[in-house]
């Protein structure tokens, strides 16, 4: 995936980064840091580095995080068979 940059009459096409951090990707999937702590607490998220230091950041993979988004995105669009359909009954 590339970014344009435009400046005055030069283009540049610039890559997006591999690596981004925590909050980039609660960006991406909508959602505050402290869900992104706790999914990665649960081992439902992992990391793809962290940043060196007692306290550095994690680092996610960006196609990990898109796919995700889109595929909670998927599920938020999907009918659920469960749910009343406004009339009281089941769809």
Same mark, same amino acid.
């Given at each position: 995936?590339?970014?344009?940059? &435009?400046?005055?009459?030069?283009?540049?096409?610039? =890559?997006? =980064?591999?690596?981004?951090?925590?909050?980039?990707?609660?960006?991406?999937?909508?959602?505050?840091?402290?869900?992104?702590?706790?999914? &990665?607490?649960?081992?439902?998220?992992? =990391?793809?580095?962290?940043? =060196? +230091?007692?306290?550095?950041?994690?680092?996610?993979?960006?196609?990990?995080?898109?796919?995700?988004?889109?595929?909670?995105?998927?599920?938020a669009a999907a009918p659920d068979p469960d749910k009343p359909? +406004?009339?009281?009954?089941?769809a």
């Open positions: 995936m590339l970014t344009v940059v &435009v400046h005055c009459t030069k283009v540049w096409r610039v =890559p997006k =980064p591999d690596l981004i951090g925590s909050a980039e990707a609660c960006r991406i999937l909508n959602i505050e840091r402290s869900t992104l702590v706790r999914w &990665v607490q649960l081992k439902w998220l992992k =990391p793809a580095g962290k940043l =060196p +230091g007692p306290n550095g950041a994690y680092l996610y993979r960006r196609a990990a995080i898109e796919q995700l988004a889109a595929q909670r995105a998927a599920e359909n +406004g009339n009281g009954n089941a």
